[in-house]
């Protein structure tokens, strides 16, 4: 998938909603409280922080070329997808970033070191410059390959084997699993850097790059199946045991032992909007998550209705039509309402 694929694909999901700069916080994966419930509220799961290095001037310049081609238009505060934006209609993507929150990047490094090292070692030299410098993870790495018995034949075969096989399952392009391969170093072999990939197979740098990221993702899925048992081991760590933020988390453990949310605001010394931002993460992302504690059903009920009635998620203009509903109430509503608001 593509930088601009990508850009649409956000952007007519806010459509007239949001300004311009929303996708850039998303992709860089900013956690603050509007980004995260755009998340929920756009279905803009897969997106978010799939770029976390992402440079202002590169994002603007992606921008400027959809204005320049005619694809958005900038109206007030918010930006607008014009017909244009139509003939643009991307395949199904392999992406998770909600799911994997840049931690495919520690799955690639644990195997670019494993791979080196099977590689040496097996080809009896012992004495190389190690790919990742990391000292955590060459660590993780020297455990991993004692735990597995490295030094073994079989072991490197039945690695390499993994390998093959799980990788041939990802369902993208073999263009786009050339480019993580390309990556990798081996005996006598150096990996690509992002530069020399992106002149080998005519794309952008921020292209290829999110090229690596999806077959990443699909990889990581298709390890975690449980099939490739050498390779599981590589995502102890990675694989985000709860969809919530970790400071969400902490919020939840507090609410769950009676606290209200002025007192958790107080013990965490944290602003009270603060606290309703994830109060909002909660009610995305935990379907159990009883919010009749901050709102009752018919404040609820009539939030949603408007929020349908005038296909908007805008704050403003639903608190307009309902005053009586505070916008933390409103956030709430649109956040518990999922897939249906």
């Not at 081609?69 to 109206?75: H, L, Q, R």
């Not at 998620?313 to 518990?336: G, H, M």
Request: include cysteine; charged fraction near 25%; charge should be neutral.
């Amino acid at each position: 998938m593509l930088f601009e694929d990508i850009l649409i694909i956000i952007l007519k999901a806010v459509d007239g909603e949001r300004t311009i700069s929303s996708p850039f916080h998303l992709l860089k994966g900013k956690k603050s409280g509007q980004t995260i419930q755009d998340i929920g509220y756009y279905k803009l799961y897969p997106f978010f922080g799939l770029l976390p290095r992402l440079d202002k001037k590169d994002y603007d310049k992606a921008v400027q070329t959809l204005l320049r081609k005619g694809v958005i238009v900038i109206d007030g505060q918010v930006v607008r997808v014009t017909e244009k934006s139509g003939s643009y209609n991307p395949e199904p993507n392999l992406l998770n970033g909600w799911k994997y929150r840049g931690k495919e990047h520690l799955f690639m490094d644990r195997l670019s070191l494993a791979v080196q090292t099977f590689s040496h070692i097996h080809q009896n030299s012992r004495l190389f410059d190690a790919v990742v410098i990391a000292d955590d993870i060459q660590r993780w790495v020297k455990y991993y390959l004692q735990r597995i018995d490295f030094r073994r034949t079989e072991s490197c075969q039945r690695f390499r084997q993994e390998i093959a096989e799980s990788l041939a399952l990802v369902k993208v392009e073999d263009q786009q699993k050339m480019i993580v391969m390309q990556r990798l170093s081996g005996y006598k072999l150096g990996g690509m850097t992002w530069e020399q990939i992106s002149l080998d197979h005519g794309h952008g740098i921020i292209d290829i790059q999110l090229q690596a990221i999806e077959t990443l993702h699909g990889w990581m899925e298709e390890i975690e199946t449980g099939k490739f048992p050498l390779l599981k081991i590589l995502l102890e760590g990675v694989i985000q045991q709860s969809s919530l933020t970790e400071t969400a988390k902490r919020t939840e453990s507090y609410f769950k032992n009676g606290r209200t949310l002025e007192e958790i605001a107080a013990l965490r010394g944290l602003k009270t909007s603060t606290i309703e931002d994830h109060f909002v993460e909660l009610a995305m992302n935990d379907p159990v998550f009883d919010i009749t504690a901050f709102i009752e059903k018919n404040l609820f009920s009539k939030i949603v209705a408007i929020s349908q009635e005038y296909n908007t998620k805008r704050l403003r203009a639903i608190k307009e039509n309902v005053p009586e509903a505070s916008y933390f109430q409103i956030r709430l509503a649109l956040a518990a309402k999922g897939e249906n608001t």
